[in-house]
């Protein structure tokens, strides 16, 4: 069964840096899109940015400029650097993935296990 593992959290002081990582384990036939989510304490969780089937890339306004979505060529293990952290960057990451396992298999949204990621000023 496919499954997808988020790498990378930690951590890190303001201003500092972290790269995570979301790796496909299982058997995968195609992805779509691919994106990133995290969830603070005591809040719903919300989108950060996504790389889209074009591969075109969006981000919310929060991390513009400061956090870089990227994926392999295989587009089976997804990327975010983080650049600037912020003590509100604190939060569970976790990487999202539209995919196919098999060719015959519908699209089925997968979710990561989540990666703490906490920013200390």
């Known amino acids: 069964q496919a499954e997808f593992v988020e790498s990378g959290g930690g951590l890190v002081q303001l201003g500092g840096s972290l790269r995570l990582s979301c790796v496909a384990s299982g058997t995968i036939d195609s992805t779509f899109v691919l994106g990133w989510y995290r969830q603070a304490p005591g809040k719903q969780r919300e989108w950060v940015a996504t790389?889209?089937?074009?591969?075109?890339?969006i981000y919310t306004n929060a991390v513009k400029g400061r956090f870089t979505i990227s994926g392999d060529t295989g587009r089976t293990t997804i990327y975010l650097q983080m650049d600037s952290l912020q003590p509100e960057d604190t939060a569970v990451y976790y990487c999202?993935?539209?995919?196919?396992?098999?060719?015959?298999?519908?699209?089925?949204?997968?979710w990561g296990q989540g990666t703490q990621v906490t920013v200390s000023s």
């Open positions: 999202k993935v539209e995919a196919q396992p098999t060719a015959s298999y519908p699209r089925t949204q997968y």
């Open positions: 790389i889209l089937t074009s591969g075109a890339t």
